[in-house]
């Protein structure tokens, strides 16, 4: 497969799949990168909310 987007394999919140995304292709990882720190940014907002909700 010569087209990245046809790559499969996750890119999710995880360094190994980013680093390996930018092994692939530069734009994929700098996208990799991005989904990393919002997942992280997303997460630290939202933890607190919801435990403070349930318990």
């Known amino acids: 497969m010569a087209?990245?987007?046809?790559r499969p394999g996750p890119?999710?919140?995880?360094?190994?799949?980013q680093a390996r995304a930018y092994h692939v292709d530069f734009v994929a990882g700098?996208?990799?990168g991005i989904a990393l720190a919002l997942n992280a940014?997303?997460?630290?907002?939202?933890a607190p909310i919801v435990l403070?909700?349930?318990l």
Do not use: K
């Open 3 to 6: 087209d990245p987007r046809h």
């Open 11 to 17: 890119t999710g919140a995880i360094p190994a799949p």
């Open 30 to 32: 700098t996208f990799a």
């Open 41 to 46: 940014l997303v997460s630290a907002i939202l």
């Open 52 to 54: 403070r909700a349930f």
